[in-house]
Antibody, heavy 116, light 105 residues
Framework: EVQLVESGGGLVQPGRSLRLSCTAS????????MSWVRQAPGKGLEWVGF??????????EYAASVKGRFTISRDDSKSIAYLQMNSLKTEDTAVYYC???????WGQGTLVTVSS | SYELTQPSSVSVSPGQTARITCSGD??????ARWFQQKPGQAPVLVIY???ERPSGIPERFSGSSSGTTVTLTISGAQVEDEADYYC????????FGGGTKLTVL
């Protein structure tokens, strides 16, 4: 059974950093791109970015709203994708989801609250 | 950058056909996916590659494409289909539509 479990969310002050993890199981993690999607309270879905599989270079793409502040990485040996978030802003407050490949599987999400 | 436009809400009675559209220039070149999201839950993929249905998704869900518009059709909508629906597409970057609240009552 495919499972994605996000962790690392919480309350953080503006300007600080936070790292989210997405632990995968039930499939060959290294064969898939992994994406991050967020949803601010009461708002719609927003694509954050993704990391390609090593077979496609392991390169990353980001939304303009987070480029230069957020970094996605992966550890295929541990089946974990990461979202490093720096210089956090109040508008980054959201539930953050990780998704597999074509977004056929999603985690349950982890809440990040940026507030002083 | 590019964007996808959806109606904010659609309302149908049970058993009727619900159609939700999504428009954007990127759709002329790239496939769309559709996601269903119920309150407090993670999104669920219901359509990919414009019209393909993942296993486990009821046959009443279908998708179509014409030019820069894709359409999600729910034939014989059920009360349990009431949810928010989002289209998505990606060129070098991904983008979601603003979402459509489907009411079935």
């Amino acid at each position: 059974e495919v499972q994605l479990v996000e962790s690392g969310g919480g309350l953080v002050q503006p300007g600080r950093s936070l790292r989210l993890s997405c632990t995968a199981s039930g499939f060959t993690f290294g064969d898939y791109a992994m994406s991050w999607v967020r949803q601010a309270p009461g708002k719609g879905l927003e694509w954050v970015g993704f990391i390609r599989s090593k077979a496609y270079g392991g390169t990353t793409e980001y939304a303009a709203s987070v480029k230069g502040r957020f970094t996605i990485s992966r550890d295929d040996s541990k089946s974990i994708a990461y979202l490093q978030m720096n210089s956090l802003k109040t508008e980054d407050t959201a539930v953050y989801y990780c998704t597999r490949g074509s977004m056929d599987y999603w985690g349950q999400g982890t809440l990040v609250t940026v507030s002083s | 950058s590019y964007e996808l436009t959806q109606p904010s809400s659609v309302s149908v009675s049970p058993g009727q056909t619900a159609r939700i559209t999504c428009s954007g220039d990127v759709l002329a070149k790239k496939y769309a996916r559709w996601f269903q999201q119920k309150p407090g839950q993670a999104p669920v993929l219901v359509i990919y590659k414009d019209s393909e249905r993942p296993s486990g998704i009821p046959e009443r869900f279908s998708g179509s494409s014409s030019g820069t518009t894709v359409t999600l059709t729910i034939s014989g909508a059920q009360v349990e289909d009431e949810a928010d629906y989002y289209c998505y597409s990606a060129a070098d970057k991904g983008v979601f539509g603003g979402g459509t609240k489907l009411t079935v009552l």
